[in-house]
């Protein structure tokens, strides 16, 4: 059976706050614990009133202090965001604290824009193409045989923690990067569908074995909304859509709001297809539908591991869509 995980934005609702959040993604990640996901994953976004996870550390904290076995972690870290140190030590914290259980994904876009980025660097000097190098100095903190981090400067936590890195990506810069360094890869086709295929290729065709890894591990991130029916699934994501063309029309980060019935009387015929195109990797259905859809995507990415996405407005439908993924996978 292929490992499966789930990524969560922390999602907050119309009508909601950040504590109702927390308290639903804390929910979300017993239950995943008991449906036998591998990991929890969070990701850092800025200056979106529609995302909660921004102090990225401290919900992988929450989380992993009401969980016992899952793995928790970043999906990911906006590492231009960050010094590398502080990084190190943030992430040697959580390892103390929950050894064993912490996944370091890191990303190299803003996870924000333009002014949210100027606010968290005091300016644009770090604009990601720095990434190798800030890369580099973190593992140096992290494991000081390397020798690349500040010389005379010491990750405490931090320092000799066995951290997984995993680099994420939407285009081939990072699947370079993680084949050359030999680390794990997490490619984000729930956003970057059109990117996947040869992202992967060229993950895996530089690919340098190193301490870390012997052989590529692609994990590929997918939406998948599920539900008893077909007609009902495509409902609630409709919630999804909703974000996706809120993106468009440059109001980014809204909160989610509830699952409509008919969508084509909020979008155009463009912003219908641009919608389409941008979810084009997504898999809406039934247990049947979500079965015969995923083993097809398996056939075509060879992935190693599934981390799924699923926004979905009501709580309640968004645990019964990530357990009849898990009961689907165990078919598989």
Partial sequence: MIPISILDLAPVIEGGTPRDSFRRSLDLAKHAEEWGYRRYWLAEHHNMPGIASSATSLVISHVASGTKTIRVGSGGIMLPNHAPLIIAEQFGTLDALYPG?????????????????????RGLGSDGHDFPEMLSELRGYLDPSLGTGMPGVRAVPGEGANIPIWLLGSSGFSAQL????????????????????????????????????????????????????????????TSQQQQFLNMIRGRTGMLMSPPVDDMDQLWTPQEKAYVQQQLSFSIIGSRNTVKEKLQALGERTKADEWMIAGQIYDHDARLRSFQIVAEVMREL
């Avoid at 994904?105 to 660097?121: E, F, I, K, V």
């Fill in 101 to 121: 259980r912490i996944d370091l994904g890191l990303g190299r876009a803003p996870g924000s824009d333009q002014l949210a980025a100027r606010a968290l660097r």
């Fill in 178 to 237: 993680a084949g050359q360094l030999g680390l794990p890869f997490a490619f984000a086709s729930h956003f970057a569908p059109d990117f996947l295929l040869p992202a992967l290729e060229l993950y895996r065709g530089g690919f340098r074995p190193s301490e870390a890894l012997e052989r590529p591990y692609a994990m590929v991130g997918i939406n998948i909304i599920a539900a008893d029916t077909d007609a009902e699934a495509h409902r609630l994501a």
